[in-house]
C-alpha cells in the first residue's frame, strides 16, 4: 500500500487547512486509514479515522474543529481542519492499516499554526 500525503501549509489561528491522503496498490483489507500527527518533542498520535465499518473516530482535541471524509472511488481520505490552533502544529501522518497486522505511513505533512 502506498500512500501519498498532501495539503500542509502555515495558517494564521482560527483558519482552515484541508489534508488529502490518496492510498494505491493492494488496498484490499483496509481496517483503518486515517490520520496522526506528531509535534516536536512529543510522540505521534492519532488524530482521525475511519475504522472498519465505516465508523470514524477523533482524538477529544479535536472533536468539533476536524472532519474526516473519503471518496471511496478516488482511495482518498481528507481531514478537514477548521479553527486551528497554534497546538495543532506538527507533522501529519497519512496512515492505514490492514488485517491482520500491517501498517503504512505517508510521507509527512507539516501543517504550521501561527500568527
Known amino acids: 500500500v502506498q500512500l501519498q500525503a498532501s495539503g500542509g501549509g502555515l495558517v494564521q489561528p482560527g483558519g482552515s487547512l484541508r489534508l488529502s491522503c490518496a492510498a494505491s496498490g493492494s488496498i484490499f483489507s483496509i481496517n483503518f486509514m486515517g490520520w496522526y500527527r506528531q509535534a516536536p518533542g512529543k510522540q505521534r498520535e492519532m488524530v482521525a479515522g475511519?475504522?472498519?465499518?465505516?465508523?470514524?473516530i477523533y482524538d477529544d482535541a479535536v472533536k468539533g474543529r476536524f472532519t474526516i471524509s473519503r471518496d471511496n472511488a478516488k482511495n482518498t481520505v481528507y481531514l478537514q481542519m477548521n479553527s486551528l490552533k497554534p497546538e495543532d502544529t506538527a507533522v501529519y501522518y497519512c496512515?492505514?492499516?490492514?488485517?491482520?497486522?500491517?501498517?503504512?505511513w505517508g510521507q509527512g505533512t507539516q501543517v504550521t499554526v501561527s500568527s
Open positions: 496512515n492505514a492499516k490492514k488485517a491482520p497486522m500491517s501498517e503504512y
Open positions: 475511519f475504522t472498519a465499518g465505516s465508523n470514524t
